[in-house]
């Protein structure tokens, strides 16, 4: 595949493997070796870089791991490693680490620099939870975070005083946190042949292979030689998130981070975000798609258990026309959805029922962030008083599927909330799971622990009631 970006203050047109790991295009083709080789995965946060895009025409920063990032990609973006921002003195977060002996081995501070530099870049707004989260998916195994937290202190004095919010790129390369040709990025971007606006009508074939974050397909370099690959990012409108007709629609190429940043989520479904920042860390949540963690069919991806209980209907490209299917009847059996060959998610369609409505999502896992789930459960509950007027309710990890409960749920409707009501679905729950075995516990360890979440349910539920 033939790609035409910027690296650091480079214009690059090269022909590629639109699957091959960016990390080793970096340090194997370009001798970028800031960019360090640690876990492969997408786990340690040591390849850390900033990927920036002009998306109607404004240009957005965003901090990834580039050993799961797919080379095509990077067509009609700027890529940006610690080379392209260092300048003749430190930057003020280089200096802050410097500083406050943040740095030991080193190994890990150049995927710190690139996370917070990429914070920075990015439209959210300058608070010490923000900088903290940019580099949630960064791990140091020498400093005991301490110093590194005292540093991001630093940053946030220095930095997140003198900024203008307005004009967040000339402000940081004034305060010169990036060199000066950071602000001719936007005009040379439109500049480039490469930035493909796909129609989702694009003629697929039966071998196409979509795309999203690549954080799935691309893990230990799993991503199969395909003639056709095209990427989400490239689909228009695939990403959109708006409210029309009594529907909540949100496009399948939708991030981790797009759900975190959405208003109308957030409103409908309070609490979303904390639940969302329960997935992995913000390197992967920044190109992790929807539409990836439903075909990737995981019984235990929590984007599918917990958009389960929203009722959404599924919007699906299928040759030269569309169909819906409900979500709730998307999973077969394990990896087997009713999704053909070449197909492609276009968006799930939530309705939005009148009446009080309450969501919750629960996840067990080894540590509470950057695991997956050994467990995880989702409850929408509507009421009338206390009366369940329809109630929806999933679970993970206890199925081959990611399961909706549908004899559970459909129990609960009609009931007022009471203990009893608890218990007694608890004991259909129990019928309607069939879990294994496996490393992320016993099938009776994790009956338990489903349990146990369905009771957070009601706890939760009935507190809000109150
Ligand atoms: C370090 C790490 C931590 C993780 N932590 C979590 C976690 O906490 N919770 C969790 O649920 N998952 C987790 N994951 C798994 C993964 O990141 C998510 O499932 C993610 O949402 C996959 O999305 P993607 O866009 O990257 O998928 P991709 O890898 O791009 O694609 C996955 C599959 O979906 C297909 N596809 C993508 N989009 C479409 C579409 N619109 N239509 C049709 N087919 C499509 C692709 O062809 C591919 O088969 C983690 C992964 C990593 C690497």
Redesign the pocket.
Known sequence: MKINFILNNEELKIDIDPQFPTLRFLREEKGLTSVKTGCG???CGACTVILGSLDNGVLNYKNVASC?LPAGELNGKHLVTLEGINGPELSPVQKAFVDEGAIQCGFCTPGFIMSITGFLLSDRDITMENILNSIDGNICRCTGYYSIKRAAEKILKIVGTGIDNKDRISSLAGLSAIPDYFTEIPERLKGLTGSPDMDSESTAKENT???????????SGSGKPNPDVRF?SDIKNISDIFEDNNFIHVG??ST?EDIIDSEILNKYFPGISDFMY???SQI?RN???L???I??A?P????SVLFLVLDPVLEIKSGDGIREVLFKEFFKDYKVMD?EPG???LKIKIPVYPGKRFFNFEKVSRRKYL??ASCNSASCFYLEGDVIKKCDLSAGGVAPVPLYMKESSAWLTGKEVSKEIMNKVIEIVMDEISPISDVRGSSDYKRELLRRLIKAHFIKLNGWLK
Not at 209 to 219: E, F, K, M, Q, R
Not at 300 to 303: H, P, T, V
């Open positions: 995965e997408g786990e799961i292979l979509y795309i999203g974050g690549g954080t799935d397909l691309l893990v989400i399948a190429g981790v329960l997935i992995s992967i190109t992790a798609t539409g990836g963690n075909v990737n995981s235990i991806g929590d984007l999704l197909e492609l998610i695991d997956i």
